[in-house]
């Protein structure tokens, strides 16, 4: 799904009756009124001429269409409720469509159509099912905690499509049931995708807001009312309680205090003006979420005050301020570590920390564990498994260790070369070939060592290229850039070599050697009834656990278990000094010019573990990112010192990023520079 970055628009909306005008300005609220007998047939004549339309160009992707030729468009829209249905109408101008007729046809791969739909539409929360619609493609992502949206399927929906020369015309009819009610609000956007013969990609959406496949938050709204029925314009502005540099919310909802099925949000501009068109009546007005995201900071924020505002058909209503106010970013970074002289009188001062950074940030559920003196000291799990359930983490509940899965299997193809099983300074290609990137020669000098120091030169994934192509962006062994395909290329080689599938493997090279039980790399039985859900901004995705196992990716595990491999390491079992003394060396620096903290002191990749070179003593560690679930370990070798944490939230970036000042290296306000 696209995941877009778009920029602020500022509602104008002036409309009074529904039918009066041709175009709507109306940011991203749309209002439905009754239609007579549709037929979904690609054929908009049946449509009442004076149908309001929407454009679908109000946000777009950093790709821009080249021209309105290239892509725009408007959609329609109506419903009837003796059929229980909404009606939706685009019109889709494009010089150059295309259709993907393989079997590996993708949402990015051709020209298509997503509409996301929220149609509960509750403010406690309620979930996102989105369709993508075309030729070759039916595609559906559905919030698995939402009634409705776990329940939709393409029987709720009847599509047509049509082309008049460079235009396309579908029609839609969504059987929404008992959530289509006069007077209530629907959750709904659109995106539209370009994909054109140059092998450039785009799109272009109604409403703000990114990741509309999942997030409620990013759609627009559809509002329900009866024939002729009149408007009314409120304006209002959000401030701040302080100065503050962060940006103010994005969105302000507007609540009819006489019909809870009743709300909209409304677009904030720089300046904290809004403006929309709602039917007469009572409005208290509400901050959408609890943090907002500024400058890639996150901030908690709350409302200061009660704003309610009486709106009057014919009339212009200026709703009071609504005072936003912001707390104050944790600050509890003492200026020595408190794992430096650990004992059991500061495991509070450890809860306080997670839990305060915890709640601030919106982090549903932690597992931790801490090591000093070469043994674990502490472990301690906190909150849910799932943001919508009362369902505790404990020490039985299991976390996506994301890219903490690469130093396992590492650890696993370092015994192996040790037995001369494989050469890390061989060609890959000579074990294996690859078909994904044969057609460049320069990946037959791709070799293991290449893999495990993130020498390769393949990109971090093939998704982020339009065309799905796994590609080489440099000549292997000549610099820096991390990626997990190189991984699964080493696993395909290490599964041939070895003739065993590469879970047994790891079984006889990591989990039995050291104990690193309760450890799984694929779905089973197990795993999918201790696993956490992850969580993107404190709503829960899919726990869709991997059919086969991801050597970048995939590990699943808890803090507990996991200090084993950490100790493991720390005391150098399993392997050789030598290759420990490896292990543990520069391999490649990294580039610091994307990092959005620069490190203080020198940090580079060993052997598939960052290494850091600390007043504390070198330290050797990794960590993890799957979006949802976020983690890391560290060990400080002189120390014999460490910690590991796993979370299953986007938003404990913070968390984790000031976890080691916390534990070990104290407040420090010394100036930033890159290590070398």
């Not at 938050?217 to 401030?239: W, Y």
């Not at 150098?572 to 290759?579: A, C, D, E, I």
Request: glycine share 8%.
């Amino acid at each position: 799904m696209p995941v877009p970055s778009v920029k602020a628009i500022c509602i104008s909306a002036i409309c009074i009756l529904f039918c009066v005008y041709s175009f709507g300005h109306n940011g991203s609220i749309a209002y439905a009124y009754p239609v007579n007998k549709i037929t979904v047939d690609g054929d908009l004549s049946d449509w009442p001429k004076n149908a309001v339309k929407y454009m679908i160009a109000l946000n777009s992707s950093d790709t821009k269409p080249k021209s309105e030729s290239d892509l725009s468009g408007f959609f329609q829209l109506g419903y009837r409720l003796d059929e229980q249905s909404l009606y939706l109408a685009f019109t889709v101008t494009d010089d150059d469509f295309m259709e993907d007729t393989t079997e590996n046809v993708r949402w990015n791969t051709q020209d298509g159509l997503q509409i996301s739909l929220d149609a509960r539409h509750l403010l406690t929360g309620s979930g996102v099912a989105s369709f993508i619609y075309s030729k070759k493609l039916r595609h559906i992502d559905k919030a698995f905690f939402d009634p409705f949206a776990n329940a939709a399927k393409w029987d709720i929906m009847e599509v047509a499509v049509t082309r008049k020369g460079n235009t396309r015309f579908y029609e839609w009819r969504i059987k929404l049931g008992n959530e289509l009610v006069v007077g209530k609000s629907l959750g709904f956007d659109v995106n539209v995708f370009d994909r054109d013969q140059d092998g450039t990609f785009s799109w272009s959406a109604w409403g703000k807001g990114d990741q509309k496949y999942m997030n409620p938050n990013s759609l627009g709204d559809i509002v329900i009312l009866p024939t002729g029925a009149k408007l009314a314009a409120v304006s209002g502005k959000l401030t701040w309680d302080k100065p503050m540099n962060a940006k103010l919310p994005g969105q302000v909802r507007l609540h009819a205090l006489d019909n809870p099925t009743f709300w909209v949000a409304a677009l904030v501009d720089s300046l904290g003006n809004y403006t929309a068109m709602v039917p007469p009546g009572k409005y208290e007005l509400l901050l959408p979420e609890s943090f907002i995201r500024s400058d890639k900071k996150l901030y908690a924020i709350s409302q200061k005050n009660a704003v309610s505002t009486l709106i009057k058909t014919g009339q212009k209503a200026v709703a009071p301020d609504l005072i936003v106010s912001s707390a104050a970013e944790p600050d509890l970074i003492p200026d020595k570590g408190v794992l430096l002289d650990f004992t059991s009188s500061e495991a509070g001062q450890v809860d306080s920390f997670i839990e305060a950074y915890r709640r601030y940030y919106g982090i549903p559920g932690v597992s931790l564990a801490l090591i000093k003196d070469g043994k674990m000291v502490y472990h301690k799990t906190y909150g849910v498994r799932n943001s919508m359930a009362d369902d505790k983490v404990d020490d039985n509940t299991l976390f996506e260790a994301a890219s903490i899965t690469k130093p396992v299997f590492a650890f696993a193809v370092e015994r192996l070369a040790e037995r001369g099983v494989i050469d890390l300074d061989k060609p890959l290609y000579e074990y294996l070939p690859y078909k994904d990137i044969e057609n460049d020669e320069r990946y037959k000098l791709i070799t293991a060592r290449h893999v495990l120091t993130h020498r390769t030169g393949f990109p971090n994934w093939r998704s982020m290229n339009p065309d799905g192509k796994l590609n080489i962006k440099f000549t292997p062994g000549t610099a820096f850039n991390y990626s997990g395909e190189g991984f699964e290329y080493l696993k395909l080689v290490i599964e041939k070599i070895t003739g065993k599938k590469v879970e047994q493997v790891l079984q006889e090279e990591v989990i039995e050697p050291i104990g690193l039980y309760h450890t799984f790399f694929s779905k089973n039985d197990s795993l999918q009834r201790m696993v956490a859900y992850g969580h993107y901004d404190k709503l829960p995705s899919p726990n869709d656990l991997p059919e086969k196992p991801g050597m970048a990716y995939s590990m699943h595990t808890e803090a507990v278990i996991f200090t084993r491999f950490m100790l493991y390491l720390l005391e150098q079992k399993g392997l050789k000094p030598q290759t420990y003394d490896t292990i543990m060396s520069k391999h490649s620096d990294y580039n610091f010019d994307d990092w959005d903290e620069k490190p203080k002191v020198p940090t580079y990749m060993g052997m598939s573990l960052e290494i850091r070179e600390t007043p504390f003593g070198k330290t050797f560690g990794h960590g993890g990112n799957n979006g949802d679930f976020k983690c890391k370990f560290e060990v400080y070798k002189e120390k014999k010192m460490g910690y590991v944490i796993f979370t299953n939230s986007n938003t404990s970036d913070a968390l984790i990023q000031n976890l080691r000042k916390f534990l070990v290296e104290g407040r420090d306000d010394t100036p930033q520079t890159a290590g070398k």
